[in-house]
């Protein structure tokens, strides 16, 4: 089984940076599809960004491309996403998940059913 434990979510007003971060454990983690999803109250749970660990592609959806990075760091085994110019739409809740065979990041649209594995979430609230 996969651990992985996210950090790094606040309040921050609009306009305003922050960068989550996913350590990932338990499993080998150089071909894994590592997702970031997030779910506002009352809505679904929706996928953000994906990377690949084996060749580090990556993927955003258009909602938040040009302002969200998702990224690694191969020796920390750690995936981040960094986000900026927040918008108070981006308040959520943000989970990481892996896919530990990878194969959710050569599909077009994974959803959450296709990963395993969550973390336990970390809050993100951006004020107008």
Do not use: H
């Amino acid at each position: 089984q996969v651990q992985l434990v996210e950090s790094g979510g606040g309040s921050v007003q609009a306009g305003g940076s922050l960068r989550l971060s996913c350590v990932v454990s338990g499993y080998m983690y150089s071909r894994m599809c590592i997702g970031w999803f997030r779910q506002a109250p009352g809505k679904e749970r929706e996928g953000v960004a994906r990377i690949y660990t084996y060749t580090s592609s990556t993927d955003v959806v258009d909602s938040v491309k040009g302002r969200f990075t998702i990224s690694q760091d191969n020796a920390k085994n750690t995936v981040y996403l960094l986000m900026n110019t927040l918008k108070p739409e981006d308040t959520a809740m943000y989970y990481c998940a892996a896919d530990k065979y990878g194969s959710s990041c050569f599909v077009p649209s994974p959803g959450a059913t296709d990963f395993g594995d969550w973390g336990q979430g970390t809050q993100v609230t951006v004020s107008s």
